[in-house]
């Protein structure tokens, strides 16, 4: 074997271990694509569900984090098996926090807001609803139409809105946002997922929170999820609060 071979193999060899080690720590959350400034986004926050097993509220809070938005609901009738839990030991901290319900492309919005609203009793500190919309099983490969689930997303935020007296959040992927969202409820505060880059909306719109890691590791939790959502909200502390729900600002 000649020299110019053995230098291309060790070359291939050094190049080939770098990225195994590069995606073996993302993979463990060691490394973070995004790592937003905490000088320009203070105000920080996780999102939760049962995966996370069970949380010391406690210990979670004492960690930078000023908000966190919880799993209540999905579709009609799915309950998140560590709401009541959570949505009771979270109200003890200062936290503010939120409550989400994962949006079903099967069920109509009237019924998924019958199950958000029978599950979620408002708080003090509370942010406004949330509504997940992305794509989940065989619609990640055949998504509904748009019209579609544009008049159903309509009437599950209007009555969410009668009802909390204030208008919800949608959260959205970039692929869930440009499918159904852009250029549509611009009205509508954004919390955008994006794990790789800063999120820049296809339609120009502001986003509010921003879902900016999947593979974030904090202490205070012990389910079968080792990582934990971070998120950061695009504003300052008083206006955090000034998005809570007013009839429980102080």
């Not at 997303?153 to 909390?164: F, I, P």
Request: with cysteine.
């Amino acid at each position: 074997m000649n020299v110019k071979v053995k230098i291309s193999i060790l070359s291939a060899i050094v190049v080939i271990t770098v990225f195994a080690v590069l995606f073996a720590s993302f993979s463990l959350g060691i490394i973070k694509l995004n790592n937003p400034s905490e000088s320009k986004y203070p105000v920080r926050g996780v999102d939760v569900s049962s995966y996370q097993g069970d949380i010391n509220w406690d210990v979670l809070t004492d960690q930078g984090i000023n908000f966190a938005f919880i799993k209540a609901t999905e579709g009609s009738a799915y309950k998140d098996a560590k709401f009541d839990e959570n949505w009771k030991n979270a109200q003890q901290t200062d936290l503010y926090i939120g409550a989400y319900h994962f949006f079903s492309y099967d069920s109509s919005g009237k019924t998924q807001a019958e199950n958000f609203i029978s599950t979620v009793t408002p708080a003090d500190n509370m942010l406004p609803p949330v509504i997940d919309i992305e794509y989940y099983g065989e619609y990640n490969k055949s998504p509904k139409k748009s019209e579609e689930v544009q008049s159903e997303l309509s009437e599950l935020l209007n009555l969410l809105e009668d009802h909390y007296k204030a208008k919800p959040i949608i959260y959205a992927t970039i692929k869930s946002y440009n499918m159904y969202i852009s250029g549509n409820f611009s009205d509508y505060p954004i919390w955008i997922r994006n794990v790789f880059t800063s999120p820049k909306l296809s339609d120009g719109n502001d986003w509010l929170f921003w879902q900016y890691t999947d593979r974030g590791r904090l202490n205070g939790y012990n389910g079968d999820e080792k990582f934990i959502d971070l998120n950061v909200f695009n504003g300052s502390a008083d206006e955090l609060k000034n998005l809570c729900l007013r009839s429980h600002i102080d």
